[in-house]
């Protein structure tokens, strides 16, 4: 299938749409814009292979949560989704136009949505601990710079006594950041799920590592501070647990990229920044 060719009619029968116009590619899927019987639009999303992959149990999440906070599931298969459409702006978009400190606040403010009524933890999600072995297990080339050897045998120490002190554990949007919340007409809503269980404190550590597209900002230790304040307090965790969770969080997509052997990643110095900032009174 090319990125412009359309869905198969019989996706389009299975789920009542119509009307598919492609709008994007992922690594995983493709994306089209869709209306449903009543003429409401949607997203069809359809992914390459013959199941969902790692983004399975996050659907199985979206429909616990049926629309509080997220955008509403109206159908899938093994392969393919069809979601609410939100044709707003993305929380990273106010970031990189500027409005960072909104977009800040507008995202702990989706992340009280989707956690605010408890929920029964789908039987499909992971716990975090299945996540980080891919931390653990990270081997460290010869060519790794000492610096980024030393910041990723940190990470791994903040893992080990996060995970050995997990409290308050709930079901996870689990990729919950600034391009993972757009606006649709019931407010922002959050979107692709990956969807995992551990410490709810966790949900909000992807999100310093984020936007895209705002490297710099996303480096700076006041940035870094400020939100881990706003964040806190706002999302009723921890402080230091908080940057904790951010640094090791950095690491494991570190570990995810490095295709076997660590040699040179791109986070190098945004982990040593998050660190630094996680060990300041450390109290866990």
Same mark, same amino acid.
């Given at each position: 299938?090319?990125?412009?060719?359309?869905?198969?009619?019989e996706?389009?029968r299975?789920f009542g749409i119509?009307?598919?116009?492609?709008v994007?590619?992922?690594?995983l899927a493709?994306?089209?814009k869709?209306?449903r019987?009543g003429g409401?639009p949607?997203?069809?999303k359809?992914?390459h292979?013959?199941?969902?992959?790692n983004?399975?149990?996050?659907?199985?999440?979206?429909?616990?949560?049926?629309g509080?906070?997220?955008?509403?599931?109206y159908?899938?298969t093994a392969?393919?989704?069809?979601?609410?459409?939100?044709?707003g702006e993305a929380?990273?978009?106010?970031?990189?136009?500027?409005?960072d400190d909104?977009a800040n606040?507008r995202?702990v403010?989706?992340?009280?949505?989707?956690h605010?009524?408890?929920i029964p933890?789908?039987a499909?999600?992971?716990?975090l601990t299945?996540?980080?072995a891919g931390?653990f297990?990270? *081997?460290?080339?010869n060519t790794c710079?000492?610096?980024?050897?030393?910041?990723?045998?940190?990470?791994?120490?903040f893992? *080990?006594?996060?995970?050995?002190?997990?409290h308050d554990i709930?079901?996870?949007?689990?990729?919950?950041?600034?391009d993972n919340?757009r606006?649709?007409?019931?407010?922002y809503?959050?979107f692709d799920?990956?969807?995992v269980l551990?410490?709810?404190?966790?949900?909000?550590?992807?999100a310093?590592?984020?936007?895209?597209?705002?490297?710099d900002?996303?480096?700076?230790?006041?940035r870094i501070a400020?939100?881990?304040?706003?964040?806190?307090e706002?999302?009723n965790v921890?402080r230091?647990?908080?940057l904790?969770?951010a640094?090791a969080k950095?690491?494991?997509?570190?570990?995810w *990229?490095s295709?076997?052997?660590?040699?040179?990643?791109?986070?190098?110095?945004?982990l040593?920044?998050?660190?630094?900032?996680?060990?300041?009174h450390?109290?866990?």
């Open positions: 299938m090319t990125a412009r060719q359309d869905p198969h009619p996706i389009l299975i119509k009307s598919a116009r492609f994007a590619e992922t690594g493709k994306i089209w869709v209306y019987e409401e949607a997203a069809l359809i992914y292979g013959s199941d969902m992959r983004e399975a149990a996050g659907f199985d999440l979206l429909h616990a949560w049926n509080r906070g997220a955008a509403r599931l159908g899938r392969n393919a989704a069809v979601l609410e459409w939100l044709d929380l990273g978009d106010l970031t990189r136009s500027g409005r909104e606040a995202l403010d989706v992340a009280n949505t989707l605010a009524v408890t933890a789908p499909t999600l992971p716990r299945d996540w980080f931390l297990d990270l *081997r460290v080339a710079p000492a610096e980024a050897c030393a910041a990723i045998a940190a990470a791994q120490r893992a *080990r006594d996060l995970l050995a002190t997990e709930v079901p996870l949007h689990g990729d919950l950041h600034h919340i606006l649709g007409e019931r407010g809503c959050a799920a990956k969807g551990g410490e709810r404190t966790y949900e909000l550590a992807n310093f590592r984020n936007p895209k597209g705002a490297e900002l996303v480096r700076d230790n006041k400020a939100i881990a304040d706003l964040w806190s706002r999302f921890d230091q647990r908080l904790a969770w640094a950095c690491a494991l997509s570190i570990a *990229r295709d076997g052997a660590l040699e040179q990643d791109q986070e190098f110095d945004l040593a920044a998050l660190i630094a900032a996680a060990d300041a450390r109290i866990f």
